[in-house]
Nanobody
Framework: QVQLVESGGGLVQAGGSLRLSCAASGRTFNDNAMGWFRQAPGKEREFVGCISRSGGRTIYAESVKDRFTIFRDNAKNTVYLQMNSLRPEDTAVYYC????????????????WGQGTQVTVSS
């Protein structure tokens, strides 16, 4: 079992930055690839990005590439989502997720999910 707790969400103006954190407990953190997803009101959950167990590989959705960065600190059992140049369309609840094997862009491949943190970007 893995427990995930996101933090760092909030209200920010367009063009601003936020850093989300996802703290993990339970199963050894560096056994898991980690992903970030988001869901806006009335929309389906969408992939944001993911990072491999070692942190050596990342994949990003086109909509956030060059603006968002995922990194992890395995010593702190934490994965981060640095979000720069935020846009109103980035407004959503952001979720982190853990996959016990592989590196995936599909949420169905992830085994554990956090409760989410709200990010609101005002124009």
């Amino acid at each position: 079992q893995v427990q995930l707790v996101e933090s760092g969400g909030g209200l920010v103006q367009a063009g601003g930055s936020l850093r989300l954190s996802c703290a993990a407990s339970g199963r050894t953190f560096n056994d898991n690839a980690m992903g970030w997803f988001r869901q806006a009101p009335g929309k389906e959950r969408e992939f944001v990005g993911c990072i491999s167990r070692s942190g050596g590989r990342t994949i990003y959705a086109e909509s956030v590439k060059d603006r968002f960065t995922i990194f992890r600190d395995n010593a702190k059992n934490t994965v981060y989502l640095q979000m720069n140049s935020l846009r109103p369309e980035d407004t959503a609840v952001y979720y982190c997720a853990a996959a016990t094997y592989g590196l995936w862009t599909s949420g169905s491949r992830y085994d554990y999910w956090g409760q989410g943190t709200q990010v609101t970007v005002s124009s």
